[in-house]
């Protein structure tokens, strides 16, 4: 079993009486199903449905004073607690950025010798492990515990690279990407059961009409790798653009309907000049659309 601490993570933690219900009619997913030991994936959205935040959320045990931890990214961790302090209003919450305390610790290709406190498994997927919160001193000694080796912060991201979950900020931009395109849907990032959201109408819209016609899929290199951001075209014409990538595997932001019909025409796909193809097309499948019985 491999571990990594993740520099470019933060915490933050939502606490108070009203908290759970706080989250839940805000986020994408059902904070109502969240306790000590389980992790939930979800976004904070634009009332036009775009993502401006997105993370892991687990509940911290009574021991740890109770709330929500919120595992997000770094750079955004200060405007998320502001974000949400913001619509915090009458409610009886506290929200804190904690990051200078507790980091994020990843674990994978494995299981926990022991699961410490303030541990889950990655809600996204099953390949990606576990989620350990623990100051970064302690990093070292809680790799011990569970048995793991530890590991760079890149080995981790060649790992989610690998594993095909996208990462904001290098395969989405946020505010300019809707769940969908993400793949949020299908990484368990949204609860289309639960109540009202900000931003809900156009997620549960896409949804059921299958409009998510733009989408992240997973690529393989043959070569060199293409820089993140880069535009990819087939016969010139703009199908997407390059994510992230280590090794031969990449992930791509594309236009699902143009990618299949170069694929059908055997035209290849340009990223920054290199040629790139599709590690499964199935990926390009569009959504079928949703029928009210």
Partial sequence: MKAAFLPDRGVVKVSGDDARNFLNGLVTTDVTAIQPGLG??????????KITFDFLITEAPAGYGGGFLIDCPLPLAQ???????????????????????????????????MKPDLTFADPRSDALGWRILVPEELVTRVADVIGAELAESTDYEAHRIATGVPRGGLDFMYGDAFPHETNMDRLHGIDFDKGCYVGQEVVSRMEHRGTAR???????????????????????KPLGTMGSSAAE????????????????????????????????PDDLKLMPKKTVA
């Fill in 249 to 280: 595997h990449g992930l791509a932001l594309l236009r699902l309907d143009r990618a299949a019909d170069a694929l059908e025409a055997g035209t290849p796909l340009i990223a920054g000049g290199i040629a790139i193809r599709l590690t499964e």
């Fill in 214 to 236: 733009t989408r992240i899929v997973r690529i393989t290199l043959d070569g060199p790798r293409p820089e993140a951001g880069a535009s990819i075209v087939a016969a010139e």
């Fill in 79 to 113: 405007s998320l607690a502001d974000k949400l302090g913001f619509y915090k209003l009458r409610a009886k919450v506290t929200v804190d950025n904690i990051s200078d305390t507790l980091g994020v610790l990843a674990a994978w290709d494995g299981e926990p010798v």
């Fill in 40 to 49: 939930r994936f979800g976004a904070l959205l634009t009332p036009q449905g």
